[in-house]
């Protein structure tokens, strides 16, 4: 009688070409990828349906996060040159022609940082040390004219649309019940920063008002001159590496509309040339 012995077994027997292993990566490199897709698309897709918001509701959505500028200016003297500024603001928003649901208001803040800056719900802020390194009406009349054409294009929400429909997408997957705080959160990390496009805008926009009220538009330079001067590392920058345009670009632009006599430009008056008085206990 003859010896038994078990065949062999073929080695593909119960044995998956697949790993478990690689299926799980697989899949995980799937979802991450269509995660990342729908966030473009949804950031994209906000900014650009972001002008179509009703104003109002960008009012409301400022609300989240905005806060009353803090000031360190004796109240009278705060009030006087805000006063002052306001009343500019909204002579110059007449000749814009801004949408009827649409105001201005305009917040003068204790920082010494020559600058101002649209902001959503139609607030412009207002740096003292812009007031401090310009010596006309009409400089100043371009600032803020340019600031108000910022938010007659509605470029805040459009700035800020992706980052915070990305936010509101998060909370609805997470199911984070506090939204608002999510969406101040985005706010507060996306940067209020504009184009190109939408700075030239602005620019033609402020010189087309400033040319309504004056007459002329000389003196709308006087700025931008002053930063091409003060800080000339940011005028060094190539054009082509720079997403605003630059302050000497700025400045060949505005000039090339100047009248051919340059007229006499309107000095700041008493109230905005109101200083900032240090507070504090004395002795």
């Not at 001159?225 to 302050?247: G, R």
Request: proline share 6%; with cysteine; hydrophobic share 45%.
């Amino acid at each position: 009688m003859g010896s038994y012995s078990n065949p062999e077994v073929p080695h593909e027997v119960n044995v998956s070409e697949k790993t478990p292993l690689r299926d799980f990566l697989r899949l995980s490199l799937g979802v991450c990828l269509v995660t990342v897709a729908v966030v473009v698309v949804v950031f994209f897709a906000a900014r650009l349906f972001a002008p179509q918001i009703p104003f109002r509701y960008e009012a409301a959505l400022n609300d989240v996060v905005a806060q009353k500028p803090a000031s360190d200016a004796a109240p009278t003297c705060q009030s006087e040159s805000e006063a002052a500024l306001q009343t500019l603001a909204d002579e110059l928003a007449r000749t814009m022609e801004l949408p009827d649901e649409m105001s201005i208001r305009v917040h003068l803040r204790a920082d010494s940082e020559p600058n101002a800056f649209a902001s959503l719900g139609g607030n412009v802020m207002v740096n003292r040390g812009l007031l401090e390194h310009i010596q006309s009406e009409n400089a100043l009349a371009m600032v803020l004219a340019h600031e108000i054409a910022h938010i007659k294009h509605r470029d805040p929400i459009v700035s800020i649309g992706g980052g915070v429909a990305v936010a509101v997408l998060f909370s609805a997957l997470i199911g984070n019940s506090d939204g608002g705080a999510l969406v101040g959160w985005a706010i507060g990390l996306t940067q209020m920063s504009f184009s190109r496009e939408q700075e030239s805008a602005a620019d033609e926009a402020a010189l087309a008002a400033l040319q309504k009220r004056y007459g002329y538009t000389n003196g709308a330079d006087e700025f931008f001159t002053y930063i091409t001067q003060e800080y000339p590392e940011i005028s060094k920058i190539p054009a082509f590496l720079s997403t605003h345009p630059t302050p000497p670009e700025r400045v060949k632009q505005i000039q090339s509309g100047f009248a051919l006599t340059p007229p006499i430009l309107m000095p700041l008056s008493v109230e905005l040339k109101c200083e900032f008085q240090e507070t504090g206990s004395g002795n």
